[in-house]
Every structure is written in C-alpha cells, then in structure tokens.
C-alpha cells in the first residue's frame, strides 16, 4: 500500500491567499450588486511591457522555422539571458557575479523551495515573522519545522518577530540557526535593509556558518538611494548567501514565469560545492525556461524594456503612495509603501486582523490579506497592495475616507 510524505498533514493552514479568496467570493456571490475591490493578492495588473510582447513574438516565429527552431535549454539557461543578467544587476553595480553562478528558473516560488533539496534535513531555519508564507510551508512539507502550535506557528522554526518596536527589522536570534531567510523589501512589510543591518547579518551568518536565503523578489521596487539591490554589495557575502530574484513583481512576469537563483562558487560545505551541487540538481530535475520565456525576460534589460518597466514600477509605487496617505489621513498607521508595493496597515484596536478584513468586506468592500497569515507577529496589522488600477486604489481611498464619516 502507498504511503504519504505524511509532513503534508503537518500543515496548520489552508494557503493563505486561497482562504482569502473564498471569502471574497463567497461574499461577491452573496451580494451581487457590490464592486469588490481586490487589494489582497500581490499580483501585478498592468501589462506585459511592449518590448517583452515583442521580444516573445519574435521568439515565438524562429520557433516555427527549421533554421531557427530550438530543443531543450541549457540546464541553466540561454548564454544571452545570464550575460545580461550579470551585465545589469551586478557588474552595473559594481558586483563580481560570474555567468556560471546564475541559474535560471521559471520563478522565485519554485527556487525557494528547490533549494532545500540541497540541505540537510536537520537543519534548523530562522526567518523573518511576519513574512511570505512559502519559506515556512516548504519547510513543513520537507519535515524541518516541526509541529504546529495552536497559533500555526511551528516548534522548530525560529521566528524572528519584526513589529514597531524594532523598525520590522529581524534581530540575531538566541538560538542559533543553520538556514536564514532574509527577504527585503520585504513581503508584507515592505521593510528594506540597510548595508550595516545586511551586513550584520552577513557577518554573523560568516561567524556561526550558516546560510542566507536572500530573497529579492521586490528588489526593483527600491527607491531610496542608500538601500542595497544586492546582498553580494557585502563583502564577503558569496560565501554564505544565495540570492533569488524574480521577474514577476519587478516586469509583471507573474503569468510568464521566470526568476533566477545566484549560487557562488565560494559556498561550500564539507568539502562540497552548493553551485555544483545545485547544477546537479537542476539537471536531473528539471529541463529549463522556455526560449520565448528567456528572451523575453532578455527583453526586460533593453534600453526600451528598461524604461518601461520603470514606469511601471512607478506607477504601482504612486499607488503606494496614494494608499498609505489616505489611510494616515484617517488616523491609522501605515508602513511600508516607499520600496515596496505593499503597505502594511496596523488594525484600529477593536480588531484583529482577521476580523478587520472582514469589516472592510462588509463595510466597502476592500479585500486585504490578514497579517497573521504572514506569521505570528503578523497579528494586528493587514497588508493591502498597490497592484491594481488607479482609478480602483483612488476608490479605495475614498472608501476608507467613508468609514471616518
Ligand atoms: C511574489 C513573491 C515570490 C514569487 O515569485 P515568482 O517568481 O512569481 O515565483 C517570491 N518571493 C516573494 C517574497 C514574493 O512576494
């Protein structure tokens, strides 16, 4: 008889983001004549850049011709995509990153959890609380984190609590872990590292030998001059991170699907090199992006590519900005917002986060996401987005306005 990798039933919660959109549709059946809007789900809404459309069409024709047609993709992807890669988002900053440490994928998602494939089983994992969900259920599902408490947090998981009190910056934890987590801007509190927090952390994880996980999904979103794009702008950090990024948030890629991992040479463990080990993995257990896929992500570092993503950007960050002033204009605090598309609402005191998202469905029907969904120390507070329309965030805005009156 079969077996189950019975981790699964360790998982204290329905996906989140699933959970929330029952309710919204639940609530949207029910009451047919009311316009819901969805500030909940971190998708992007505008569309695919034109110089990414064009790059795919072009891509997608040499596909359907014999001279020009192509098989299976390198294991690690196309020689065009890793040098423009390495050309725009490290030698442009100044960051040695050589071709053969970057490996392409078809997203973030996916990376984070693959690469526990390479760890030992009894590694201990630290991350930041509140956070994207994906680090800890990934972990559940490989039988690192232990068993769930009433609160869905997990006994062998270290949680490193960011709130007011600390900026929602994670500090060195007491117990010491094996893999760290870091992820900045971060997704739900839009919180960014500065080079001596990074670096902080790039020296202690030196100190105890353990290993970051950097996730820059939201790296694009960076306004502040001063932020680090990259962990590799710390000294010595190729040898204890791994860096993922994504081309979904930063080029509305959500639907396409591509990210990369940066794997140093420099990492090693008893004797063993993770950037070998990972080519090894990524050979025997998958078989690439798609050409169309990697041009088009090729297309996002054109001159023409550059400037429309940016206005994009700019675009979901004006929305940022629009929603974080209309709530402070009606007395509550909002974080996040500057580097990130999200913002992070603390709930009016009556609340908790699960019963304020539903009264902003009831009331005006906005949906959010429920900061305890992002960990414990989520309690309290509800991530609203800036993906959506301008005409749906200025809506958005009027309606918290309503709640005052
Ligand atoms: C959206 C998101 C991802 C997922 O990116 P994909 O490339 O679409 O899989 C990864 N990390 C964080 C923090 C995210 O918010």
Redesign the pocket.
């Known amino acids: 008889m079969f077996g189950i990798n019975g981790n699964f039933l360790k998982l204290a919660n329905n996906y989140l983001f699933a959970t929330v959109n029952n309710k919204a549709n639940e609530y949207a059946k029910a009451n047919p004549d009311k316009k819901i809007i969805r500030l909940g789900i ?1 998708d992007v809404t505008l569309p695919l850049p034109s110089a990414v459309v064009d790059a795919m069409v072009k891509a997608s024709l040499e596909m359907g011709k014999a001279e020009t047609f192509r098989g299976y993709p390198p294991y690690q992807g196309y020689d065009f995509l890793l040098e423009a890669i390495v050309e725009n988002d490290y030698k442009a900053r100044g960051i040695d990153i050589s071709v053969d440490e970057v490996f392409v994928s078809d ?4 990376d ?1 959890s693959n690469i526990l494939d390479l760890f030992s089983p009894d590694n201990r994992i630290a991350v930041q609380d509140p956070v ?1 969900p994906v680090y800890v259920d990934t972990n559940v599902i490989d039988g690192r984190a232990g068993r769930a408490r009433p609160d869905g947090s997990y006994n062998k998981v270290i949680y490193m609590p960011c709130d007011e009190s600390n900026g929602f910056m994670p500090e060195i934890p007491d117990r010491q872990p094996d893999i760290i987590y870091l ?1 900045f801007p971060n ?1 739900p509190t839009g919180a960014t590292a500065d080079y001596n927090t990074l670096k902080k952390w790039v020296d202690y994880a030196l100190k105890v030998g353990a290993i970051i996980l950097y ?1 820059g ?1 939201y790296e694009a979103f960076i306004t502040e001059e001063d932020k680090p794009r990259s962990i590799y702008e710390i000294p010595d950090a190729k040898y204890c991170a791994i860096e993922i990024r ?1 081309f ?2 930063t080029a509305g890629f ?1 639907g396409v699907r591509c ?1 990369y991992s940066v794997v140093p040479k420099e990492l090693k463990s008893s004797g063993a090199s993770l950037n070998e080990l990972w080519y090894r993995r990524q050979s025997t257990k998958f078989n690439g992006v798609s050409y169309v896929v990697q041009r088009a992500a090729e297309a996002v570092y054109s001159p023409e590519g550059k400037r429309q993503i940016r206005e994009n950007i700019n675009y979901y960050l004006e929305n940022a900005k629009i929603i974080k002033q209309g709530l402070e204009e009606i007395g509550l605090k909002a974080y996040g917002g500057v580097n990130s598309p999200y913002i992070w609402v603390k709930t009016p005191d009556k609340f908790g986060s699960w019963e304020f998202f539903d009264y902003l469905l009831r009331k005006i029907q906005i949906v959010g996401t429920p900061g305890e969904g992002f960990g414990p120390s989520g309690k309290g507070f509800l991530r609203l987005t800036a993906f959506n329309s301008r005409e749906n965030i200025l809506e958005a805005v009027e309606r918290f306005k309503s709640l005052k009156k």
């Open positions: 971190g997203g973030a998602k996916s984070c994207y992820n997704n996730d999904a994504s979904s948030k959500t990210g």
